[in-house]
């Protein structure tokens, strides 16, 4: 016989002896095909012993009913979730593999770790502009067998990108999984919430934002004739739109040091990243004796993101088209600034992370080259004239008159110089 169980237990139908005899049989239970449930391989076997007792036939079995049982497991479908995370940057398109965040359970333990892979332009959202990008990422799938709650929680791994600020928002995920009694499924609802308030899904945000770089512009004053003096003169930086943006005077080496240009670029709307045009002259202050320099030089600064966490400049003083042939490498100042001791050793040379931000020069530092000519006395006119009526040539009275003319600058300097350290006496 087969039958089917009812509730906890099974009945067979009743059996029929007519004569004695000892009748066996063997009882199992027969696997369905309800893949929830662990069937029993259990098996029995069952002696009916028929006497014959003064004409009345009696049944004895040797086992009791509850001797006969079969355990079964129940195991619903289990449910899989596949967690997913997203990714803004704002400041400079997104890279693959840059970022990672990680999967911990509700004890803190790291359960996966993924990282974000870029999300090709052409799918992203027409609002995202080229210097944005975004990202995604998959978790392994998690497969639950048992109805529960299950926490999680997804952060960001802070890394070392330069210029990018890692989003430190702790994300918690509650899986909730009950059984379909119908379909005998277990089912999963998840709920994502970031610490303040629930949310539709695990969306990291950056911002990469490159430090400023400054520029120093220079230029170099060289004075014949006679010694040049500090703040003696005056040297007009201009842009391409004529505006004079910085006026310097020189030092007694004749060195110019214009303000540092500062070019910056961030996420709030200013991005000085280009080209720049200035010119460098000199400003005629009507100095006595002296010839001025009408040279203008031209310099170029172009501005470039090395989205590494800097901007980069390129400086072209008076450039030409073989103004790359000369080429050399000036330290700017960072923007920051660390505190720095006496005992600092600056540049670590085993360290190339420790540079400051570096600006390449191309071409000369403009030169400007002024002449002081000392005035004529009346002494050098009369000796002039009187030289000239002696007949000499023009060749030997042009040698003489530059000596002439030496000598009187000499002793011009030397009369102003002693002025200079004498201190006046009243009488």
């Not at 400079?92 to 359960?111: I, P, Y």
């Not at 014949?224 to 005056?234: I, K, M, V, Y």
């Not at 005077?249 to 040091?257: A, E, H, M, P």
């Amino acid at each position: 016989q087969t039958v089917s169980n009812k509730g906890t237990g099974f009945t067979f139908g009743q059996m029929v002896y007519t004569m004695p005899g000892a009748y066996t049989y063997h009882v199992k239970e027969l696997a369905g095909t309800d893949k929830t449930i662990g069937y029993s391989t259990q098996e029995y076997d069952v002696t009916i012993t028929v006497t014959d007792q003064n004409g009345a036939l009696t049944a004895t079995a040797d086992r009791q009913t509850n001797d006969i049982r079969f355990d079964n497991t129940y195991t619903p479908t289990p449910v899989s979730v596949r967690l997913e995370a997203a990714k803004h940057l704002t400041g400079r398109d997104l890279n693959d593999n840059e970022f990672t965040a990680e999967l911990k359970d509700s004890n803190g333990n790291q359960l996966q770790a993924k990282q974000f892979t870029r999300v090709p332009r052409n799918t992203q959202p027409d609002k995202v502009t080229a210097r944005e990008g975004d990202g995604t990422l998959d978790f392994d799938k998690l497969t639950f067998d048992k109805t529960g709650v299950y926490t999680y929680t997804v952060d960001e791994q802070d890394g070392t990108l330069g210029g990018v600020t890692y989003d430190t928002t702790s994300h918690t995920v509650t899986i909730t999984v009950t059984e379909d009694t119908k379909s005998h499924k277990l089912v999963a609802s998840v709920a994502y919430s970031n610490g303040k308030a629930s949310e539709k899904s695990i969306l990291f945000q950056n911002t990469y934002q490159p430090e400023d770089v400054l520029v120093e512009l220079s230029a170099k004053k060289n004075l014949t004739g006679r010694e040049l003096q500090a703040d003696e003169f005056e040297f007009e930086l201009v842009d391409d739109k004529g505006n004079v943006i910085d006026s310097e005077k020189n030092d007694k080496q004749g060195n110019i040091q214009f303000k540092p240009l500062t070019y910056g670029r961030d996420n709030d709307g200013v991005d000085d990243c280009g080209e720049y045009r200035y010119v460098i002259r000199e400003k005629n202050t009507g100095e006595k004796n002296v010839t001025y320099d009408k040279t203008e030089h031209h310099v170029t600064v172009t501005v470039s993101d090395n989205l590494q966490g800097n901007l980069t400049a390129r400086v072209e003083y008076d450039p030409t088209n073989d103004s790359a042939k000369d080429s050399s490498t000036m330290l700017v100042t960072p923007t920051d600034k660390a505190d720095k001791t006496d005992g600092d050793a600056g540049e670590d040379e085993n360290n190339p992370t420790a540079t400051p931000s570096m600006v390449t020069a191309t071409g000369t530092r403009p030169e400007f080259t002024n002449s002081y000519i000392p005035p004529v006395t009346p002494a050098i006119v009369k000796a002039v004239r009187q030289l000239a009526q002696t007949g000499v040539n023009t060749p030997i009275m042009a040698v003489i008159l530059f000596t002439l003319l030496g000598m009187g600058l000499t002793v011009a300097y030397s009369v102003r110089k002693r002025h200079a350290v004498t201190p006046r006496h009243g009488r």
